[in-house]
């Protein structure tokens, strides 16, 4: 139960969890009344025991719940046959931003959370828990097989627990009951069999419950490839981490000859939820390889694989790691603290990595955070790609851009086959190239379709000493039309006004898969939010433009540069906008990890005191700033300086004159001339992208007036709406 106010508006969830965060039962709040108690029915009711305390909670997405402060701080509170904690030695009323455990408290408050509790119970008799859980990976095969009921009356003479082999025999031995735990135990005669999928069945009356789980792998022999550092007998010797926050956990680790890494592996406990992404990295932190897992067992050794092998360098340390976005990572204490070696891989001396956010691991710990890596050593002579661009799976890439490839050896010429496959099927028509014998670039007719994942192949090189490459293929896609912003135009924040009324600026980071241009800067604004809102852009603490919003009603609101700003791709820019009277809007851990939506990813929301370039940050909130982005420049050139300076005097008549574009130009468009009475100055036009600039033929005349004229358009067509015309005399 949670008592609601009027603006409490939204979907609410409700709760049980154990005080370690492992949730025992879970719903929707339905028929809610406008205000007062709502109650939360749960499908089947959770049994708990004297004395265990629990946690009850509730999620409100649009916030405004009911509070009152040191309502717990003298004491507890109870009833007949409940008791909330309090008091000065046990803390109570306990929160969390987002939708996850709660475990933060603030002045003893009691936020009006209850649970409806029953000392008898007359709900239908089920199976509340089994172990192995079902889809369980890696269980070990000395294991017993369990299953827990939910009531205490359960006859165990009508008690069946049954474990089949995949041909369907039964495996052989003894079934018991704890009646105190409501517990059926199935203990084999015989160890149970290596990587084999079991299916157990528990019946009691009307209660039936059939799942599966699979053993551990026998232990791999050394030498014998693809390898690992860890058997699946490997595993954590306590319970997973209470630990709620998005971490990455890794590994250093060095393979002790070339080879390829297939995929990285990790081992999950109750809590720690897919999917989970993984990381190839340098020992500098750049990453090599992602790849996202899209089937997982409960708990386990689980294994993601690459789209295509990484090619990785003997004697040379690689970190993997994976991202628990959830927490509930597994770990145990000092495990890497020693190295650690087999016949193909190491560790060096606590070779334990992680961190908190996005970005290289580099925090170093003793711990094993087990995490592994499937390793096949190089075959003598076997080309390899090593780098190809557009990246594995990339998203928002240019409907103009060549696929480049990169091989860590000579190819024999016209044994490099490159293909470019349309999401139908057909292949895109283009011209194959290269630079040398290990670079090779194969370059589309025309541009590619917007919004569309293609396929790349690449086949059939073969190195100097004649061996013929594996396959190797990937897909990405490219970026959407544009104008085009990171958050939907209907995507609204948690917490529309956060009451705050101090002066503020609020930002985001963010950055693009492509090169283009900012146009203008959005915010969503509360009805609270007043003032004149400021918005900006930066780059590294240096601000690159500013715009004033003309505000309208409440929501996302817009506000367009005077001329659009060329950003890089790869590069983290901040977008930001000036409340000077507060009320901004935040969804706490909207930034828990980075938002794509390309061709922008946005990285970390920022704020400021005041108005100022914003860095800090709060609990991964967003702030819900954003961008207008475009691929293709929509303002014309504009001359930014030129020399020499207009209306300068003495000016050499041996001087070179110039002028600088503030962007990139069409260089066959672009002109400049000198003259004196009409009459045109012969000399040398040298161009580059944003500059031109003449040598005169011979020496200017003395003490002479002389005027430049220049002109150009971008390289999108859009012409100078007028020349940049300036003078100058030169001396006597």
């Known amino acids: ?279 190839l990295r340098s020992a500098t932190g750049t990453s090599l390889g992602t790849a996202t897992s899209t089937s997982e067992g409960a708990t386990g050794w689980q294994q993601v694989d690459f789209s295509n092998p990484i090619p990785v360098s003997a004697n040379t340390t690689y970190t993997a790691s994976y991202l628990a976005s959830n927490g509930h990572y597994s770990e145990t204490s000092g495990a890497l603290a020693a190295a650690r070696t087999n016949s193909m891989l190491a560790t060096p001396a606590n070779a334990g990595r992680y961190k908190y956010g996005t970005g290289a691991l580099t925090n170093t710990s003793s711990s094993n955070y087990f995490v592994d890596v499937v390793f096949t050593p190089a075959v003598a002579g076997e080309p390899h790609v090593t780098q190809l661009t557009p990246q594995d799976n990339s998203a928002g890439v240019s409907i103009s851009a060549p696929v480049s490839v990169t091989f860590d050896t000579d190819i024999q010429t016209g044994t490099v086959t490159i293909t470019l496959t349309k999401p139908d099927g057909s292949s895109v028509p283009g011209a194959l190239s290269n630079s040398d014998a290990r670079h090779y670039v194969f370059t589309p007719s025309a541009p590619l379709a917007i919004s569309t994942k293609y396929a790349v192949a690449v086949s059939g090189a073969v190195s100097g000493g004649g061996v013929t490459m594996a396959p190797y293929s990937t897909t990405f896609t490219t970026g959407g039309a544009c104008p085009c912003s990171l958050f939907p135009s209907d995507s609204t924040p948690t917490t529309v006004d956060s009451g705050d009324a101090s002066k503020v600026t609020l930002g985001i980071q963010f950055k693009t898969s492509t090169n283009g241009f900012i146009t203008g800067v959005k915010y969503y604004r509360s009805a609270a939010n007043t003032g004149t809102h400021v918005g900006k852009l930066w780059l590294n603490g240096t601000q690159l433009a500013s715009v004033n919003f003309t505000d309208s009603g409440t929501g996302w609101q817009t506000a367009k540069f005077t001329r659009a700003v060329p950003v890089t791709a790869g590069s983290v820019y901040t977008a930001s906008y000036y409340a000077p009277r507060g009320h901004y809007s935040v969804t706490a851990n909207g930034f828990a990890s980075e938002i794509s939506n390309p061709p922008l990813t946005g990285v970390m929301g920022v704020y400021a005191g005041g108005s100022a370039f914003p860095t800090s940050t709060y609990h991964s909130s967003n702030y819900y700033v954003d961008v207008l982005f475009v691929e293709r420049d929509p303002d014309p050139p504009s001359v930014k300086s030129v020399s020499p300076s207009n209306g300068a005097t003495n000016v050499s008549k041996t001087a070179t004159i110039s002028a600088t574009f503030d962007r990139a130009v069409d260089q066959s468009s672009a002109q400049i001339a000198v003259t004196v009475g009409g009459v045109a100055v012969p000399g040398t036009i040298t161009k580059t992208d944003t500059k031109i600039s003449i040598k005169p033929t011979a020496a200017l005349a003395g003490s002479t007036v002389y005027t430049v004229t220049v002109t150009a358009s971008s390289p999108e067509g859009m012409a100078m709406p007028a020349p940049k015309v300036w003078t100058f005399t030169t001396r006597a």
């Open 1 to 279: 139960r949670y008592y609601k106010s009027a603006q409490n508006t939204g979907t609410h969830t409700g709760r049980l969890y154990t005080t370690t965060g492992t949730t025992l039962a879970q719903g929707t709040f339905t028929t809610e009344t406008t205000t007062g108690w709502q109650t939360l029915v749960f499908s089947s009711p959770v049994p708990v025991t004297t004395g265990v305390t629990y946690v009850a909670a509730y999620y409100a997405p649009k916030g405004h719940y009911a509070a009152d402060e040191y309502f717990f701080d003298r004491s507890g509170y109870s009833n007949a046959f409940q008791t909330a904690l309090g008091g000065q030695t046990q803390t109570n009323g306990i929160y969390v931003y987002g939708n996850a455990f709660p475990s933060e408290t603030y002045h003893q408050e009691n936020y009006y959370v209850d649970a409806l509790f029953s000392t008898s119970d007359t709900s239908p008799l089920t199976v509340t828990d089994v172990s192995p859980l079902n889809t369980a990976l890696s269980v070990l095969t000395s294991s017993k097989v369990t299953a827990t009921f939910n009531r205490d009356d359960v006859d165990p003479a009508t008690v069946a627990l049954t474990v089949k082999r995949p041909d369907d025999t039964s495996v052989a031995g003894a079934v018991t009951y704890d009646a105190a735990a409501r517990k059926a135990t199935f203990a084999p005669t015989d160890p149970l069999s290596a990587a084999t999928k079991y299916t157990a069945t528990v019946t009691s009356g009307t209660a039936t419950k059939t799942w599966q789980f699979t053993t551990a792998a026998a232990d791999l022999v050394d030498g014998n490839c693809p390898c690992r550092l860890f058997n699946d007998d490997d595993q954590p010797t306590g319970a997973a981490s209470a630990e709620t926050a998005s971490v990455q956990l890794g590994m250093a680790f060095t393979p002790l000859s070339d080879g390829t890494i297939t995929g990285i592996r990790f081992f999950t406990q109750p809590g720690n939820t897919a999917p989970h992404t993984v990381t």
